[in-house]
């Protein structure tokens, strides 16, 4: 995550930050670097025109970022029993694992490496991170579901959004767009050039497709 910048390492109680940068992934070229990862044997036909959620990551102005905050231990009941977990299976998901029938560790492990990492810094409960984050997902456009399989612009695919965002990419092919949101009522803001530094798409852009 955040290739071009070194992570600070936060260890107070409560960190303070600047703003959220929200990570949402397009998981078809994820699947298709690991074609070996069972959950994307059967891939959920959502992730076919959504960007999915990597997580809500608390950023400083300057390009750092406040990490492990503190040792609150995560507990997957709060989403296996507390929350709507096919929400997670649909938004969230960790596709390094076929979607369990049950509470199951494994599959939980994305979702405790983000609230371990980055919601600890957030400043808000467990349950308040998660659900937080599942509402305020950014809106796919529509470009990237009806350019599925196909080449479009960096410009165009900039211009389908109504703040600055950042796509990154694993050579020409859509990997993760980086949407702003203030730290506070979660509002959608044009990314600093902290944040722009990340971008390392051409100006042609590749929508994967599932094998």
């Not at 076919?48 to 959620?53: C, G, K, V, W, Y």
């Not at 609150?72 to 997670?88: H, P, Q």
């Not at 939980?108 to 980055?118: L, V």
């Amino acid at each position: 995550m955040h290739p071009n910048v070194k992570s600070t390492l936060v260890t107070l109680a409560k960190a303070s930050f600047d703003f959220f940068v929200f990570a949402t992934s397009w998981q078809p070229e994820e699947c298709y670097n690991e074609p070996t990862y069972s959950g994307c044997n059967n891939p959920n036909k959502i992730w076919a025109s959504q960007l999915t959620i990597h997580g809500m990551w608390p950023q400083f102005n300057n390009g750092t970022w406040p990490s492990y905050c503190t040792d609150e231990a995560f507990e997957s009941s709060i989403i296996y029993d507390d929350l709507d977990t096919n929400m997670f299976y649909d938004y969230w998901p960790n596709v390094r694992y076929e979607i369990p029938e049950t509470n199951d560790k494994a599959y939980a492990s994305f979702w405790e490496h983000e609230w371990t990492k980055h919601g600890t810094c957030s400043g808000l409960d467990q349950e308040t991170y998660f659900t937080t984050t599942l509402q305020n997902r950014p809106i796919t456009p529509t470009i990237i579901s009806s350019n599925y399989g196909k080449t479009i612009t960096k410009e165009d695919l900039l211009k389908s959004y109504d703040t600055i965002v950042v796509p990154t990419c694993k050579s020409n092919y859509l990997f993760e767009i980086f949407v702003c949101l203030t730290s506070d009522t979660y509002t959608q803001f044009d990314c600093p050039e902290s944040v722009i530094y990340e971008g390392n798409c051409d100006d042609n852009i590749i929508i994967e497709m599932f094998l």
